[in-house]
């Protein structure tokens, strides 16, 4: 029974939104059975969020460890299940918010394959502290903020299966009243799927049924194009403030499939980064300043043909 549930409620995305709509519709067809199948699926859809994957890991096993001891998640052989160890798609000082490495889902539900999904914010200001609200400007264009434009870099060897780039970079959400408009906003993004709550973005086959997710991505910065083929470090696109997003990030994490939204999370660790000169592997905790460095590939990616997909 509970492995059948765990195989439902990779659908709870789907049974969700086609509840709201049926719930919706309902003036369209005045016809009570309408509301109660919308509502019967809205309710399930929501039950099924609370469905425990069993084979979900806990904050420990992502929390950084110093490179070189036996504990480091990513070295020798990995074991099945065992968090994937990948580049960092961003380089220089950045802080993670909501992170597995404190909160297992780290964004609070496991929908469009964000079990593990980690937020990157640009903070290259090291006599100041990070933070998420503000009580003045009410609000800042993208461009303001030092996230925005920032490369991001494929983490792994791989081929775009999906791209995105039509979403403008709309204002910041960053300061109380715009947080509360930000809730409503989401809501409405949610019932056009994860593609409007990812803004633009890009999807990347890494191989072994394991795909990279990029979210919020700066409208006409995307270097490619379904159907090519990246290396690691190649240059794939920019940070943007588009979406479903309060302030300039980039928003990233692996998942099963391509389409997100019947996705399941694949745990991830940094193969390399830095705090206070120290080199680990894993995941950064919640706001704490790191430094992560590019390995490998180059300024543009190789292209190896191309499709025309962009929507999930």
Not at 102 to 110: A, E, N
Not at 131 to 144: E, F, I, M, T, V
Not at 255 to 275: C, K, N, S, T, W
Request: net charge neutral.
């Amino acid at each position: 029974m509970r492995t059948f549930l765990t195989h439902v409620a990779r659908f709870k995305s789907v049974i969700l939104l086609l509840g709201v709509v049926l719930c919706l519709s309902l003036f369209l067809h005045d016809v009570i059975w309408v509301l109660v199948a919308g509502a019967t699926l809205t309710a399930g859809g929501y039950a099924l969020m609370l469905v425990v994957h069993p084979g979900r890991l806990t904050p420990d096993r992502f929390a950084g460890r110093p490179l070189g001891t036996e504990a480091s998640d990513g070295e020798g052989p990995r074991e099945d299940g065992a968090p994937r160890a990948i580049a960092s798609p961003v380089e220089g000082r950045w802080i993670v918010v909501n992170g597995p490495a404190d909160k297992v889902p780290s964004h609070g539900i496991d929908a469009y394959g964000q079990t593990y999904a980690v937020d990157l914010v640009h903070h290259p200001e090291e006599d100041r502290d990070w933070s998420a609200l503000h009580a003045w400007p009410l609000a800042r264009p993208a461009a303001s903020f030092p996230a925005f434009g920032r490369p991001v870099h494929a983490p792994a060897d791989g081929v775009v299966v999906r791209a995105s780039g039509r979403h403008r970079d709309h204002w910041s959400r960053n300061s109380w009243p715009a947080l509360l408009f930000l809730f409503v906003e989401g809501s409405v993004r949610e019932l056009g799927g994860p593609g409007f709550l990812f803004g633009n973005h890009l999807i990347i086959d890494l191989g072994d049924g394991t795909y990279a997710a990029f979210a919020h991505l700066r409208r006409g910065s995307l270097r490619v194009k379904p159907g090519d083929r990246v290396r690691a470090g190649d240059h794939i696109a920019d940070v943007g403030n588009s979406g479903n997003s309060s302030e300039p990030h980039l928003h990233f994490h692996l998942m099963d499939h391509q389409r997100a939204l019947i996705a399941g999370g694949v745990p991830f660790v940094l193969d390399r980064y830095e705090i206070d000169g120290e080199e680990r592997r894993g995941v950064p905790h919640n706001n704490r300043p790191f430094t992560a460095t590019r390995h490998g590939g180059g300024a543009r990616p190789a292209v190896t043909g191309a499709g025309d997909r962009e929507r999930f």
